[in-house]
T-cell receptor, first 112, second 116 residues
Framework: AQTVTQSQPEMSVQEAETVTLSCTYDTSESDYYLFWYKQPPSRQMILVIRQEAYKQQNATENRFSVNFQKAAKSFSLKISDSQLGDAAMYFCAYRSADDMRFGAGTRLTVKP | NAGVTQTPKFQVLKTGQSMTLQCAQDMNHEYMSWYRQDPGMGLRLIHYSVGAGITDQGEVPNGYNVSRSTTEDFPLRLLSAAPSQTSVYFC???????????????FGNGTRLTVT
């Protein structure tokens, strides 16, 4: 079975600084997709960024970018110029034709 | 533009009671799914559906039933609630064009269920 591991239960960053959240996954499939979701205290799940496994180019969305290392099965999220509104739980997720797996999450605190 | 609507937002049940969590989406998404979120464990897939009349089990299906009679609705049934089912439940849907799974999930706002 596929697994998704987020090894950092909590992270903190100073406002305007950069932080990287780690994610590794295990799968034997070749066709899959990876996502990062954000969950603020409101409990709403919000898509941050997505990556197709067949694409070598790392995805970027404004201040958010990923470092996708397919051979190492690693999918880290970099947040640049951190803002107070970035404070939330962040979940890494794996999706294939018959499965959807989430990591346990990383709680990000942003210090003013 | 409602998106994914879950009801109720909160529910308290006694052990052995039954109930149905409702989920409806107005985006004409083929794919719908249910998750439970427990502290320290992220979200785990309970059941999913790729279209009306088609359902399948996820990672933690025991104790839950689903059906998909229409594209819009995907209710989750607890036939005999147990304290271990205390959790936050999320419904999510997505587009499934050509069987490609890169479309992001659209989530409802969740239901907090407590079983005493």
């Amino acid at each position: 079975a596929q697994t998704v591991t987020q090894s950092q239960p909590e992270m903190s960053v100073q406002e305007a600084e950069t932080v990287t959240l780690s994610c590794t996954y295990d799968t034997s499939e070749s066709d899959y997709y990876l996502f990062w979701y954000k969950q603020p205290p409101s409990r709403q799940m919000i898509l941050v960024i997505r990556q197709e496994a067949y694409k070598q180019q790392n995805a970027t969305e404004n201040r958010f970018s990923v470092n996708f290392q397919k051979a190492a099965k690693s999918f880290s999220l970099k947040i640049s110029d951190s803002q107070l509104g970035d404070a939330a739980m962040y979940f890494c997720a794996y999706r294939s034709a018959d499965d959807m797996r989430f990591g346990a999450g990383t709680r990000l605190t942003v210090k003013p | 533009n409602a998106g994914v609507t879950q009801t109720p937002k909160f529910q308290v049940l006694k052990t052995g009671q039954s109930m149905t969590l409702q989920c409806a989406q107005d985006m004409n998404h083929e794919y719908m799914s249910w998750y439970r979120q427990d502290p320290g464990m992220g979200l785990r897939l309970i059941h999913y559906s790729v279209g009306a009349g088609i359902t399948d089990q996820g990672e933690v299906p025991n104790g839950y039933n689903v059906s998909r009679s229409t594209t819009e609705d995907f209710p989750l049934r607890l036939l005999s609630a147990a304290p271990s089912q205390t959790s936050v439940y999320f419904c999510a849907s997505s587009y499934l064009g050509g069987g490609v799974y890169n479309s992001p999930l659209h989530f409802g706002n969740g239901t907090r269920l407590t079983v005493t």
